[in-house]
């Protein structure tokens, strides 16, 4: 059984950090590629950002250079460092796992939300 929980969301004020994490289990993590998605109110999920089962990464224009993605294959653990946050970066954030990082894939997190507002 294929589990992803999502960590570490919360209320920022504007210009602050935050680390997401997602603990994966029931997958071979090191051979999954690991995206953070998120969805605000009203919009579509998008892409944040994405890294791949050797470490590649790709990130939304809107989050490059002030988020970064990393993974702990020993841990099966993937992290959204945040930086610089902005009250448009408000959002549930979602972790997903596919075998490419070409699309999304099966599996989803429930999600944890994330507010930036002063």
């Known amino acids: 059984q294929v589990q992803l929980v999502e960590s570490g969301g919360g209320l920022v004020q504007p210009g602050g950090s935050l680390t997401l994490s997602c603990a994966a289990s029931?997958?071979?993590?090191?051979?999954?590629?690991m995206g953070w998605y998120r969805q605000a109110p009203g919009k579509q999920r998008e892409l944040v950002a994405i890294?791949?089962?050797?470490?590649?990464?790709d990130y939304a224009t809107s989050v490059k250079d002030r988020f970064t993605i990393s993974r702990d294959n020993a841990k099966n653990l993937v992290y959204l460092q945040m930086n610089s946050l902005k009250p448009e970066d408000t959002a549930v954030y979602y972790c997903n796992a596919g075998l490419t990082t070409g699309a999304r894939g099966p599996y989803w997190g429930p999600g944890t939300q994330v507010t930036v507002s002063s």
């Open positions: 029931g997958i071979r993590f090191s051979i999954y590629a």
């Open positions: 890294i791949s089962s050797n470490s590649r990464t």
